[in-house]
């Protein structure tokens, strides 16, 4: 198949972390024998054409460079909300689109991936109106989450995933969600999760460090759970040390709330950590605790279970359930502290519970590895080009 990947995320330089999955995805694709180029955002005036291991990324110019800020930093919701921010979004969506267009005419492409149904999959569906190629739209977890409180989203959502020519999600949480919130068929909707670097996590866990969590600190991760679960099990006699491995707004809130408990000397945060430091992070952890609420996906369970670490995670941790399977690897619980230190006292104090991480991670490595995760969109996709 000619592939045009069009995304508001891929790497600007070895080590960034800006759309690394879909970068995995796309150069296994290339190793599988098919022909792929990438229309992603200029990034602050930094545009242009160029060849990244082998695959050619076209960054598009949308705004003057000042502007050019809506990709790459998270903020792209937030900033559509300023005249400025809005123009810009406007225009990305047209470069990406015009950018699209041309590579696909000089590929004669099968098909257009739109990474996030927006704003790359309105730049494919605005394309398709066109004459452009049909185009396959993957949903990732913050796009799905933009339907719940946005009527104009869910609006525009309904057209781009209706003229798309297959849907795939990375969680079947999500895959219900966009059903229900974009009114597409579930039936329509594949679940395919993108790959993790699974050759970064070739050690086991030897435990001995407590409980670890790791992500962005903010209010959906709900790491105060945790603190308070910590601090049951001190006043309990079975003191577990905590640490926390991330960074984000909610840390200031969160080390007063070690302060105030008095569990200074057992809760420790790290602070964000490079995607290659990951597995160091966890490797002596006893168990992974995480009470994030309606994940995407779940990559940081994914994760720990590489490693041999037993999980306990929230019932309502959405694409979690897909990652952590039953049978005692960890458990889904109630998101609440003494549900919380109950599991992770008994996961800590199981024998057995390391073995089980350790079965279930071995069955992800082969499920997420790049390989694996390239073989079975490459299906989906090509099935969408018939």
Same mark, same amino acid.
């Given at each position: 198949?000619?592939? $045009?990947?069009?995304?508001?995320?891929?790497?600007? @330089?070895?080590?960034? $972390?800006? %759309?690394?999955?879909?970068?995995?995805?796309?150069?296994?694709?290339?190793?599988?024998?098919?022909?792929?180029?990438?229309?992603?955002?200029?990034?602050?005036?930094?545009?242009?054409?160029?060849?990244?291991?082998?695959?050619?990324?076209?960054?598009?110019?949308?705004?003057?460079?000042?502007?050019?800020?809506?990709?790459?930093?998270?903020?792209?919701?937030?900033?559509?909300?300023?005249?400025?921010?809005?123009?810009?979004?406007?225009?990305? $969506?047209?470069?990406?689109?015009?950018?699209?267009?041309?590579?696909?005419?000089?590929?004669?492409?099968?098909?257009?991936?739109?990474?996030?149904? *927006?704003?790359?999959?309105?730049?494919?569906?605005?394309?398709?109106?066109?004459?452009?190629?049909?185009?396959?739209?993957?949903?990732?977890?913050?796009?799905?989450?933009?339907?719940?409180?946005?009527?104009?989203?869910? @609006?525009?959502?309904?057209?781009?995933?209706?003229?798309?020519?297959?849907?795939?999600? $990375?969680?079947?949480?999500?895959?219900?969600?966009?059903?229900?919130?974009?009114?597409?068929?579930?039936?329509?909707?594949?679940?395919?999760?993108?790959?993790?670097?699974?050759?970064?996590?070739?050690?086991?866990? =030897?435990?001995?460090?407590?409980?670890?969590?790791?992500?962005?600190?903010?209010? =959906?991760?709900?790491?105060?759970?945790?603190?308070?679960?910590?601090?049951?099990?001190?006043?309990?006699?079975?003191?577990?040390?905590?640490?926390?491995?991330?960074?984000?707004?909610?840390?200031?809130?969160?080390?007063?709330?070690?302060?105030?408990?008095?569990?200074?000397?057992?809760?420790?945060?790290?602070?964000?950590?490079?995607?290659?430091?990951?597995?160091?992070?966890?490797?002596?952890?006893?168990?992974?605790? @995480?009470?994030?609420? =309606?994940? %995407?996906?779940?990559?940081?369970?994914?994760?720990?279970?590489?490693?041999?670490?037993? *999980?306990?995670?929230?019932?309502?941790?959405?694409?979690?359930?897909?990652?952590?399977?039953?049978?005692?690897?960890?458990?889904?619980?109630?998101?609440?502290?003494?549900? @919380?230190?109950?599991?992770?006292?008994?996961?800590?104090?199981?024998?057995?519970?390391?073995?089980?991480?350790?079965?279930?991670?071995?069955?992800?490595?082969?499920?997420?590895?790049?390989?694996? *995760?390239?073989?079975?969109?490459?299906?989906?996709?090509?099935?969408?080009?018939?």
């Amino acid at each position: 198949m000619r592939i $045009v990947c069009v995304t508001h995320a891929y790497p600007r @330089f070895d080590g960034d $972390v800006a %759309g690394a999955f879909i970068e995995r995805f796309v150069l296994a694709l290339a190793r599988r024998g098919h022909t792929v180029a990438v229309v992603a955002p200029a990034d602050a005036g930094r545009g242009g054409r160029e060849v990244r291991h082998g695959v050619t990324v076209v960054r598009v110019r949308y705004a003057p460079a000042r502007w050019e800020t809506l990709a790459y930093r998270g903020t792209m919701a937030g900033a559509v909300g300023s005249l400025t921010g809005l123009l810009a979004f406007v225009a990305l $969506v047209a470069r990406l689109s015009r950018a699209a267009a041309v590579l696909a005419r000089s590929m004669s492409a099968d098909l257009v991936h739109a990474h996030w149904w *927006v704003p790359a999959g309105l730049a494919a569906w605005w394309l398709r109106r066109l004459g452009g190629p049909p185009y396959a739209v993957t949903m990732h977890g913050t796009d799905v989450a933009l339907l719940e409180h946005s009527r104009l989203g869910r @609006f525009l959502a309904r057209r781009v995933l209706g003229g798309a020519a297959t849907i795939t999600t $990375v969680s079947s949480y999500l895959a219900d969600r966009a059903a229900e919130l974009a009114g597409a068929d579930r039936r329509r909707i594949a679940v395919c999760p993108m790959p993790l670097e699974t050759s970064r996590f070739g050690r086991t866990s =030897q435990g001995g460090g407590g409980a670890v969590t790791l992500g962005r600190l903010t209010t =959906q991760k709900r790491i105060a759970i945790l603190i308070e679960a910590v601090n049951r099990l001190a006043a309990e006699g079975h003191p577990v040390p905590l640490t926390i491995v991330g960074d984000g707004p909610e840390r200031p809130a969160l080390e007063r709330l070690v302060t105030e408990l008095g569990l200074r000397s057992i809760v420790r945060f790290t602070g964000q950590v490079e995607p290659e430091r990951v597995s160091d992070a966890l490797d002596d952890a006893d168990v992974f605790a @995480f009470p994030a609420r =309606q994940e %995407g996906f779940g990559l940081a369970v994914a994760e720990a279970l590489l490693q041999g670490i037993p *999980v306990v995670a929230a019932k309502d941790g959405g694409g979690v359930a897909d990652i952590l399977p039953t049978g005692g690897a960890g458990y889904l619980i109630e998101p609440e502290p003494a549900a @919380f230190a109950r599991a992770i006292r008994e996961l800590r104090d199981d024998p057995g519970a390391r073995a089980r991480a350790a079965e279930a991670g071995a069955v992800l490595r082969e499920r997420l590895s790049p390989d694996t *995760v390239a073989r079975v969109l490459e299906g989906v996709l090509s099935r969408a080009t018939a």
